[in-house]
């Protein structure tokens, strides 16, 4: 049981945008830590997206962008392209486990 | 560029020990903290540990109970990470990564390609 909720799945055609929500708790995204965002593709190295709740590392087009607010925070991709296919990770840290926490991952889809 | 390469893994039985080793390049390793992730097959990704710059510093998730120790030789650019008294549950994908430092709260700037561990008797 992760300790942040995301949706098992979201999917959505070539250019429309998807949102990932991720909800926790007053220990952790509600105490105030920031939220990070990671996409995975099995088999490979996990790939910071966001950091910060809102800010992209060089790189990553900004078509991808987030958001915090109260104890959740939210991952948006518009444009959707075929390479956004993956899963995707939020990441913060829970001051009741005194450790970082993730997500318990979304599977994106391109239809 | 950051290369983070992992090794060490493989086929264990339960009770037994493995060290696993992360070779860094491409950026002083000496000024820069590192976790291990692990991924459980067909699970999510699980923090592990991590450790400061210069070692002084070692942080554990507790759900390990002080069966995993991580450590670092700044002079070989080498992360480890020793864990004893394998189980079943410790199976999946072990990656390395960069620690990223922000206002409120870490995060993991760069990762490694993850070596397999699996726990099997």
């Known amino acids: 049981q992760s300790v942040l909720t995301q949706p098992p799945s979201v999917s959505g055609a070539p250019g429309q945008r998807v949102s990932i929500s991720c909800t926790g708790s007053?220990?952790?995204?509600?105490?105030?830590?920031?939220v990070h965002w990671y996409q995975h593709l099995p088999g490979t190295a996990p790939k910071l997206l966001i950091y910060a709740n809102n800010n992209r590392p060089s790189g990553v087009p900004d078509r991808i962008s987030g958001s915090k607010s109260g104890t959740s925070a939210s991952l948006a991709i518009t444009g959707l392209q075929a390479e956004d296919e993956a899963d995707y990770y939020c990441q913060s840290f829970d001051s009741s486990l005194v450790g970082h926490v993730f997500g318990s991952g979304t599977k994106v889809t391109v239809l | 560029q950051v290369q983070l390469v992992e090794s060490g893994g493989g086929v264990v039985r339960p009770g037994t020990s493995l060290r696993l080793s992360c070779a860094a390049s491409?950026?002083?390793?000496?000024?820069?903290?590192m976790h291990w992730v692990r991924q459980a097959p067909g699970k999510g990704l699980e923090w592990v540990a991590l450790?400061?710059?210069?070692?002084?510093?070692?942080y554990y998730a507790a759900s390990l109970k002080g069966r995993f120790t991580i450590s670092r030789d700044n002079s070989k650019n080498t992360l480890y990470l020793q864990m004893n008294s394998l189980r079943a549950e410790d199976s999946g994908v072990y990656y390395c990564a960069r620690l990223g430092h922000g206002d409120n709260g870490d995060f993991f700037d760069s990762w490694g390609q993850g070596t397999q561990v699996s726990v099997s008797s």
């Open positions: 491409g950026f002083t390793f000496k000024s820069y903290g």
């Open positions: 007053s220990s952790n995204i509600g105490a105030g830590y920031d």
């Open positions: 450790i400061w710059h210069d070692g002084s510093g070692q």
